[in-house]
């Protein structure tokens, strides 16, 4: 998936070489191959989830990003479903240096893992799946409720590696199942991590 298809649409609010706004607090990054379904659906769920008080930024990258591309129809429709306001997305390449801004970074397939490690080997303490992290943080006690900052550390010593139900298949070009799938898949687990972590702070 190096080039965009012919009917894949193009956001027209910004282009890919436009930065995003500055990050405070914590940050959290999604990961998936073309960051324009997994990843961009994934990060519009969470900043919604959020709300824009909140001192965690949340961003997406694609390892082999169709560049400057909004979220594909089937992951549109779904976001559509949950009133989601994914319009501004803009898809971009990930790079040692979008990583390296990170405190958390969530991947969903074992060859996003391969990429972080080839990259930037030091990020994989901060890095897993997604499907990982809400296993993870579902077994911890019910009255430890870790902070952001410790998500990665806590999920990685009940759960130091992902596991194969903990990847989520890419949905691109598989039509509205697979999409429904991935989307229903990416709100449980956000959901799951979301009600496990303290909420008040970044840190």
């Known amino acids: 998936m190096t080039q965009a298809p012919s009917w894949l649409r193009t956001s027209g609010t910004r282009t890919s070489t436009e930065p995003r706004p500055p990050r405070t607090g914590f940050h959290v990054l999604f990961v998936c191959t073309g960051n324009i379904c997994r990843s961009a659906f994934a990060e519009t769920y969470l900043r919604n989830r959020l709300g824009p008080d909140s001192p965690v930024t949340v961003s997406s990258a694609g390892t082999m990003a169709v560049v400057g591309h909004d979220l594909e129809d089937q992951m549109a429709a779904r976001a559509e479903l949950l009133d989601l306001p994914y319009t501004g997305h803009t898809a971009r390449q990930l790079t040692g240096r979008i990583l390296g801004t990170a405190d958390l970074v969530l991947v ?25 992290a809400a296993a993870g943080l579902a077994v911890l006690p019910p009255d430890v409720h870790p902070t952001w900052d410790q998500v990665a550390s806590r999920v990685q010593a009940v759960r130091p590696a992902a596991l194969p139900e903990d990847w989520i298949p ?11 799938q991935a989307s229903r898949r990416i709100v449980d687990d956000i959901d799951q991590i979301l009600a496990r972590i303290t909420p008040a702070s970044a840190s």
């Open 108 to 132: 969903f397939e074992e060859h996003h893992l391969t990429w972080v490690l080839e990259e930037r080997p030091e990020m994989l303490t901060r890095t897993l799946s997604l499907g990982q």
């Open 170 to 180: 890419d949905p691109y070009r598989r039509g509205a199942s697979a999409a429904a």
